[in-house]
């Protein structure tokens, strides 16, 4: 495993760099990065923005917002807490959160932090969300990123996110408050640079990894990715049609879908939008183009859906609960 230490704050500089990593550089073994941000929202691919964030807050507190590549829902982090990256060469595209919460659970008890992993891709402490994690592929390559909160600002995380009264109801919650803790309250004494710096001589110690360093050369590049791909544009820019009907339900295992559409005169789809924070590589566009024109009939939508999650899997969703969310 390599190594590879990351100074920037900058939410987009950092997810270039994973980026990079997966597409240009392509290294033969896996990577560890460990890293944190300025005050910063991280949007899941698949959400939409206006459903999610406090704008107003965000913007009057200067928090930086981007959009993932990797799908799940959104998370707020800071300099109180930080994030690891592990990419992984693999031609195996299944979504699996099990070796990385393993490797990072690990680490964590060897520095006298205890976490246990939930049902999906969080880890907990007694029930309590301390961090989550998301997962995108490319060619060749698996991503796994995830959140670790030490003394985050939990007061701005609740009011950056707006979150989804049906999956709190799902959690039987009635806030964010309720549901995550930060880690100081394992060790009290450690600021959360110690604490970063702790569990990086752990993962560096359990995974005899190498250090290795960025050239200048791609510093430049990952400013021209950065740019391209995770631009504040990208997160605010929604779909702004009117839908007829939406749809929606939290799925335990698969989270938040939404299914937005409306139908012309002779009953077929005219337009639709899939939403949530489940985990997939699906071309949502894609999908939704190939529903478009189709009856509003179990039987003319159903071989449509069987089809499309036959090529890519959203994690956990049976075409069947799809097909049932749309009627």
């Known amino acids: 495993m390599i190594y590879l230490p990351v100074d920037s704050l900058d939410v987009r500089h950092n997810f270039a760099l994973e980026?990079?990593?997966?597409?240009?550089?392509?290294?033969?073994?896996?990577?560890?990065?460990?890293?944190?941000?300025?005050?910063?929202?991280?949007?899941?691919?698949?959400?939409?923005?206006?459903?999610?964030?406090?704008?107003?807050?965000?913007?009057?507190?200067?928090?930086?917002?981007?959009?993932?590549?990797?799908?799940?829902?959104?998370?707020?982090?800071?300099?109180?807490?930080?994030?690891?990256?592990?990419?992984?060469?693999?031609?195996?595209?299944?979504?699996?959160?099990?070796?990385?919460?393993?490797?990072v659970s690990q680490a964590l008890n060897r520095i006298g932090i205890?976490?246990?992993?939930?049902?999906?891709?969080?880890?907990?402490?007694?029930g309590r969300k301390v961090s989550g994690s998301a997962q995108y592929m490319t060619d060749g390559f698996r991503l796994h990123h995830g959140s670790l909160l030490f003394n985050s600002n939990l007061n701005w995380m609740a009011h950056v996110l707006k979150v989804d009264p049906v999956k709190l109801k799902a959690?039987?919650?009635?806030?964010?408050?309720?549901?995550?803790?930060?880690?100081?309250?394992?060790q009290p004494n450690w600021t959360a640079a110690e604490f970063k710096q702790q569990l990086e001589h752990a993962l560096i110690e359990i995974t005899n990894a190498k250090t290795d360093y960025l050239t200048s050369a791609e510093e430049s590049r990952l400013r021209v990715i950065a740019a391209e791909h995770f631009s504040e544009a990208a997160v605010w820019h929604s779909d702004h049609r009117d839908f007829d009907h939406v749809h929606k339900r939290y799925l335990k295992g698969i989270g938040v879908i939404a299914v937005a559409f409306s139908l012309d005169h002779h009953q077929r789809f005219?337009?639709?939008?899939?939403?949530?924070?489940?985990?997939?590589?699906?071309?949502?566009?894609?999908?939704?183009?190939?529903?478009?024109?189709?009856?509003?009939?179990?039987?003319?939508?159903?071989?449509?859906?069987?089809?499309?999650?036959?090529?890519?899997?959203?994690?956990?969703?049976?075409?069947?609960?799809?097909?049932?969310?749309?009627?």
């Open 270 to 327: 005219s337009a639709i939008k899939i939403s949530g924070d489940f985990f997939s590589n699906i071309n949502l566009q894609r999908f939704e183009q190939a529903l478009i024109g189709k009856t509003y009939q179990p039987q003319a939508v159903t071989p449509v859906i069987e089809h499309q999650l036959r090529q890519t899997p959203i994690k956990g969703l049976q075409p069947e609960q799809l097909t049932e969310l749309l009627f």
């Open 114 to 126: 205890k976490t246990q992993n939930d049902s999906r891709n969080d880890l907990v402490v007694d």
């Open 171 to 186: 959690k039987h919650i009635s806030s964010v408050h309720q549901r995550t803790v930060n880690l100081i309250e394992q």
């Open 19 to 103: 980026y990079y990593l997966m597409t240009e550089k392509r290294p033969s073994e896996p990577v560890l990065l460990l890293w944190s941000t300025t005050p910063t929202v991280m949007l899941g691919k698949y959400q939409t923005a206006e459903n999610e964030l406090n704008r107003p807050f965000i913007e009057a507190n200067h928090i930086a917002a981007v959009r993932r590549l990797s799908g799940g829902g959104t998370i707020y982090n800071d300099q109180g807490g930080c994030q690891f990256t592990l990419i992984t060469p693999t031609q195996d595209t299944t979504i699996d959160f099990t070796s990385g919460l393993s490797l």
